[in-house]
């Protein structure tokens, strides 16, 4: 009987061992939860007493106490509301005490990551009074694996991995313009990839401009409008910008505001219009944005169509359902006039690795310094990590699972039906049905 409870344990440790080695999720959900549910139970006090997050007994306490002749009492604990185990961690619920707040806890993230043993530790504030600390049992962005359910919605699609186990979405309703700068073999084209492949399911219109003439051309299938130099793409921003002038009038037709119209049927943009009248949106994809802005003579009139056409976009194309999604491997005021009004009004910031701090710093200069310092450790064996910043000064890290070219491809070209046609950019629809016997025939001829 004893060999056979020793033989049943080493099987147990062995499974166990295996499974933290090789699926860590698996081994997390068997095994490692429960062992660490009973180890912050056990250490939580003493945690909380070595990380500094605990305040001094009430004043009366301690005139009862002295009163009394008693031991004066101990440091009071903050109180732990809830503790739940998560598919990747476990998650703390913590009511402060008065005094404290929100920033001391993430302050000492890194100290309860040490104490209680887990790979990260983030803290928010759910509510005035309650802060929220997720803990992340291993490395999340090792080995990227996407939910099978996610929170998808028109114009809004998964596309990372958190640090923390959530997934980030690109959510164009919320952030309609973003800027993803990147170096070379840093996964920023696998991040475009991804979102072209997550939109090209839905119902809208993409836009690209690509001068290198191979990023997006293999997805032309599913794009109303392409263009792969820049005077081209001068004249299709132009032409954006005429029908997002055209779609406000339109709302500006349907508003009919009189003291008898009900607040939820003025219209203000274009999803305040009956679906029957609702442009569909239109999300434009610019590769590089330096094959737009650099140019070599000092007043060129045609950067300063693009420039000018960008920025209207930027500034006014939300209401429309015009979103920006901008790429490079720099986006500073190198690249000359306007570039910085244009970056003002880009609301998503994403950095994959860069060559250089000062990239970083034209991205999250005026956000936050502890991301550009996050975005300059990025290691070149992490493709598709990438730091996420946002308005408030808050930032995450991210990684793309990797999609192949040809991922890409198969859904662009399943979901080709879907492609719009839009008047005002018919004359940069992309050609894709053409007999190459034919095209060599006439190459022939005309030689």
């Given at each position: ?10 099987v147990v440790?062995?499974?166990a ?16 939860s ?11 006090a003493?945690v ?18 002295r ?10 604990i903050?109180?732990l509301l809830?503790?739940r185990?998560?598919r ?5 619920r ?5 005094g ?7 302050s000492?993230?890194?100290r309860?990551?040490h104490?209680?043993?887990v790979h ?33 919605g028109?114009?809004?699609v998964?596309?990372a ?6 997934v ?6 919320e952030?309609?313009?973003?800027v993803?700068?990147g170096?070379?073999q ?19 219109a993409l836009?690209?401009?690509d001068?290198?003439?191979i ?28 029908r ?10 349907e508003?009919?505001i ?9 219209a203000?943009?274009i999803w ?7 442009p569909?949106?239109v999300?434009?994809?610019?590769d ?21 056409a ?22 500073g005021?190198?690249l000359?006039?306007?570039?910085t ?12 690795r860069v ?7 034209m ?23 990438a ?13 793309t ?6 991922e ?23 050609v894709?049905?053409?007999d190459?016997h034919?095209?060599t ?7």
């Amino acid at each position: 009987m004893g060999w056979l409870t020793i033989s049943v344990l080493a099987v147990v440790v062995g499974l166990a061992l295996l499974l933290r080695w090789r699926r860590p999720a698996w081994y997390w959900l068997s095994f490692g939860s429960v062992f660490a549910a009973f180890r912050i139970r056990l250490r939580y006090a003493a945690v909380m007493d070595a990380c500094h997050l605990t305040v001094p007994a009430s004043r009366f306490q301690l005139a009862l106490a002295r009163t009394l002749h008693r031991e004066v009492p101990r440091q009071r604990i903050p109180r732990l509301l809830w503790m739940r185990p998560t598919r990747t961690g476990i998650r703390l619920r913590i009511r402060m005490w008065p005094g404290q707040d929100a920033f001391e806890f993430s302050s000492a993230a890194d100290r309860l990551r040490h104490s209680f043993a887990v790979h990260q530790v983030t803290s928010r504030e759910v509510k005035p009074g309650v802060v929220e600390i997720t803990l992340t049992a291993f490395d999340v962005l090792k080995h990227v694996q996407m939910p099978t359910k996610t929170a998808r919605g028109l114009l809004k699609v998964p596309v990372a991995r958190v640090e923390d186990g959530s997934v980030h979405y690109r959510d164009y309703r919320e952030t309609p313009h973003s800027v993803t700068v990147g170096a070379t073999q840093s996964g920023k084209s696998v991040f475009q990839r991804t979102v072209i492949k997550e939109l090209a399911a839905q119902p809208v219109a993409l836009v690209g401009i690509d001068c290198k003439k191979i990023e997006l051309s293999p997805f032309a299938r599913r794009f109303s409008a392409l263009a792969d130099n820049p005077d081209d793409a001068a004249d299709l921003l132009e032409a954006l910008v005429d029908r997002m002038a055209d779609i406000y009038d339109l709302v500006r037709c349907e508003q009919r505001i009189s003291a008898d119209t009900p607040d939820a049927e003025i219209a203000a943009n274009i999803w305040d219009l009956p679906e029957a009248l609702r442009p569909i949106p239109v999300v434009i994809t610019i590769d590089e944005i330096a094959e737009l802005a650099l140019s070599a003579k000092r007043n060129d009139p045609r950067r300063d169509r693009i420039i000018t056409a960008l920025i209207r976009l930027a500034q006014l194309g939300r209401a429309a359902g015009v979103f920006l999604d901008i790429y490079g491997q720099r986006f500073g005021s190198e690249l000359g006039d306007g570039i910085t009004l244009l970056r003002a009004q880009l609301t998503g910031r994403v950095v994959h690795r860069v060559n250089d701090e000062s990239t970083a710093k034209m991205t999250f200069g005026d956000i936050s310094p502890h991301a550009v310092f996050a975005a300059t450790q990025i290691p070149n064996a992490r493709r598709g990590t990438a730091i996420v910043g946002y308005s408030s000064g808050e930032w995450t890290r991210i990684r793309t699972p990797h999609t192949s070219m040809r991922e890409a491809v198969a859904a662009c070209n399943t979901h080709a039906g879907l492609t719009p046609d839009i008047p005002e950019l018919a004359r940069f629809k992309p050609v894709v049905d053409f007999d190459l016997h034919q095209i060599t025939e006439t190459a022939v001829k005309a030689a």
